[in-house]
């Protein structure tokens, strides 16, 4: 658990972050979005004391990170930036190894650990192990960054515009598999994006950063419910609002029981997908309801076109 | 290991592939003809040999027809156009440099014959030595065979080997005396033991100098990079000891260091003095301070800063970012300053000769002193040969470290 109580920093006159206060609790994932120049990347650089604040308090599972020294306190962090940071002059393994090494563990105890990471990520040790940053893709070299911040196996990672770098079809593949590593290592994880649709795709919670400020702290439910400050709303896109609602909804929580006086649907969208796709699947068919399916391709229910607008009318 | 970046030995130009092919016209290696046209006119108008009666008496020039026997010069001729020809018409580099060490080969034994063909038996006044013509078809050879390793895109290693390999074949041809009648010989002859004492001197002083150079200049370069402040005042200060002559500098030297060893009677016995070897030794290691300095600071500041950030953040201490990201990434560029250095204070070492520094320069001098040109080229001669191999060791090793990341 992550604790920020009345965190401020000034760059001279200016406040950068200005009385933050906030909990990110262990396993969850809390996305900072906001503009450039609004203070997330320096509220995050302050978790791992890259930056000290000027007053306020940080602690981490209840102890103040300022009592521990900062490179012992940055071990036991992941830390994943823009443009991936990895290092030209080692090999893809060395890098990933960069941690446990600090850390002292013992050779065969680092080589195993490299391997079971770039499995991970998808990447295949015989093949990147030896390779230089160079010599990877965009997409590669940005799971490759994810292997290093997860190497020592940290409670908490955070990440500072992760997937900045990316084109766009290689990152929404990228925030899947963040997604998946998170959900099975269980680490906390603090995100920095400028990218709103990001945070709504990944963030258990979402804070909105303006100024300096927290202008709201909440799940992406309560952001597009009940905004906090008209700010949040333009940021969250008010049009949108039904649309981000829908997707934050899995088919296959929504989909109703088969009504067995009615013939099957003769489309159907898998568990995984969002009402949002849903509801694109049924205007672009002009079917009234689609079939759910589950991961073997069997039919585990039904989603309706009501029963869709219904999970987006304003909460 | 990744492909070297460049392949340029000592700086020279990089072997710039011929344009010829898209011109019908002229279907030659422009180099190659450029080339061989100089040698041509090198070997036709300029004098071959010159012969003296004594070390400082006129010379006699003697055309490359005269010089040799008449097989011989038929036989050298006949070696040079083959080599002209390959110059002009062949493309594959590895005939080029073939050609080229050929002729260099066929050009030394030539100069050795003449010589011996000019000494009278028993003469130990007459002076022969290589004319123009010999001097410039030498150069002209030396080029291409430059130019054909250039265009061979060697591996560092193998640009060191290649080095070694010349060095070998010069050392035997005067060990086997192939030189010995030729009057820069004559003067090595009877100085023998000087030259020694004063070659090794020269490297102390050269080496020894960028040596200190480098203890003092990389942990300040270190200390400029991690304080901004610092940075500014320390490289305009080198810069301006950069500007001043080194004549005048070694001058300036002389005044402090004559204090100091009247007042501590006790450096003098480590070889302290106003003039000779100390000043010498001093001027370069501050000549060598700035490129040192400058180099350490401009390499350290050209790691990523996303990857120094990046080692912050997952927990290297100061030293450790140090050690592990900024000096490794640095280590090519500071490669590259102590390269310049190194060839720098070869060349200004010659200079300390005239405040009793001793060197090689002691014979340029010496050679200037009695219009013995000779003896001034038994002095140079060295000091170049000397700067150019550093210049290829440190190039290809500089080279070598930038290697796997790049």
Avoid at chain 1, 189 to 218: K, N, P, S
Avoid at chain 2, 5 to 11: L, R
Avoid at chain 2, 193 to 205: G, I, K, T
Avoid at chain 2, 224 to 253: D, E, K, Y
């Amino acid at each position: 658990m992550i604790r920020l109580e009345g965190v401020t920093r000034f760059y001279g006159e200016r406040a950068v972050v200005d009385d933050v206060s906030l909990v990110v609790e262990k396993g969850e994932m809390a996305v900072v979005v906001g503009r450039s120049g609004s203070g997330k990347s320096t509220l995050l650089r302050m978790i791992n004391r890259l930056v000290e604040p000027t007053s306020g308090l940080i602690s981490i599972d209840g102890r103040d990170v300022s009592t521990v020294p900062a490179h012992v306190l940055r071990r036991g962090i992941g830390y994943v930036i823009q443009g991936h940071g990895l290092f030209p002059h080692r090999t893809v393994a060395d890098n990933i190894a960069t941690v446990p090494r600090l850390l002292g563990w013992p050779r065969d105890r680092i080589a195993r650990r490299v391997s079971e990471l770039l499995e991970l990520l998808q990447l295949s040790p015989a093949r990147f192990s030896g390779q230089y940053p160079h010599q990877l893709s965009g997409g590669e070299q940005q799971r490759v960054g994810v292997a290093r911040a997860l190497a020592a196996g940290p409670d908490i990672v955070l990440m500072d515009e992760p997937f900045g770098a990316l084109d766009p079809i290689i990152r929404s593949k990228a925030q899947d598999d963040l997604k998946a590593i998170q959900a099975r290592l269980g680490a906390t994880i603090v995100l920095v994006t400028h990218d709103m649709d990001e945070a709504f795709r990944l963030g258990d919670r979402i804070a909105v950063m303006e100024a300096g400020r927290v202008l709201q702290y909440g799940t992406p439910r309560d952001m597009i419910a009940r905004p906090a400050d008209p700010r949040v709303a333009e940021l969250t896109g008010s049009g949108e609002g039904a649309l981000r609602l829908l997707a934050l909804v899995r088919a296959g929580d929504a989909a109703e029981p088969f009504d067995a006086s009615t013939p099957p649907p003769s489309h159907s969208v898998p568990a995984g997908a969002s009402l949002r796709e849903a509801l694109a699947s049924l205007l672009w068919t002009g079917e009234g309801e689609l079939a759910v399916t589950g991961d073997d391709g069997r039919p585990v229910g039904r989603v309706t076109l009501a029963s869709v607008l219904r999970h987006g009318r304003s909460p | 290991m990744a492909p070297p970046a460049k392949a340029v030995i000592g700086g020279q130009g990089a072997g710039r592939p011929s344009t010829a092919r898209g011109r019908a016209a002229w279907p030659a290696d422009r180099l190659g003809s450029l080339l061989a046209a100089v040698g041509f006119a090198a070997a036709v108008l300029l004098p071959f040999m010159i012969v003296k009666a004594n070390r400082i008496a006129s010379g006699q020039p003697h055309g490359l027809a005269d010089s040799l026997s008449r097989a011989g010069a038929a036989e050298l001729a006949a070696l040079l156009a083959v080599v002209a020809g390959v110059a002009m018409l062949v493309r594959a580099p590895t005939v080029r440099l073939a050609a080229a060490l050929a002729g260099l080969a066929g050009l030394a034994a030539a100069v050795s014959h003449a010589a011996s063909r000019f000494t009278p038996p028993g003469d130990s006044f007459a002076r022969v030595s290589p004319g123009a013509g010999a001097w410039l078809m030498t150069a002209v050879l030396a080029l291409l065979a430059t130019d054909a390793l250039a265009r061979l895109r060697l591996f560092p290693g193998a640009r060191v080997a290649a080095l070694a390999l010349a060095i070998a074949a010069c050392w035997l041809a005067f060990r086997f005396g192939l030189f010995d009648q030729l009057s820069v010989m004559r003067e090595y002859a009877n100085r023998a033991d000087v030259f020694a004492r004063e070659a090794r001197w020269h490297l102390v002083l050269a080496g020894g100098s960028c040596a200190v150079a480098v203890l003092i200049g990389l942990p300040l370069g270190i200390l400029c990079h991690r304080a901004p402040r610092l940075r500014a005042g320390t490289l305009q200060g080198l810069n301006i000891v950069q500007t001043i002559p080194s004549i005048a500098l070694f001058g300036m030297l002389m005044v402090p260091l004559g204090l100091l060893a009247r007042s501590f009677p006790v450096l003098s016995q480590f070889g302290v003095a106003g003039i000779g070897g100390a000043p010498a030794f001093v001027a370069l290691v501050l000549y060598a301070l700035l490129p040192v300095t400058a180099n350490t600071v401009a390499g350290l500041a050209q790691a990523p800063a996303a990857a120094v950030d990046a080692a912050r953040g997952m927990g290297m201490t100061d030293g450790q970012v140090l050690r592990e990201v900024e000096l490794p990434l640095a280590v090519p560029v500071i490669l590259t300053g102590i390269r310049i250095v190194l060839v720098q204070n070869i060349g200004l070492a010659t200079v300390a000769a005239l405040i009793g520094g001793g060197g090689f320069g002691t014979f340029v001098f010496q050679g200037l002193g009695q219009t013995a040109i000779d003896l001034v080229l038994l002095g140079a001669a060295p000091t170049v040969a000397l700067a150019f191999c550093a210049s290829v060791l440190l190039d290809a090793a500089a080279e070598a470290f930038e290697g796997p990341g790049s």
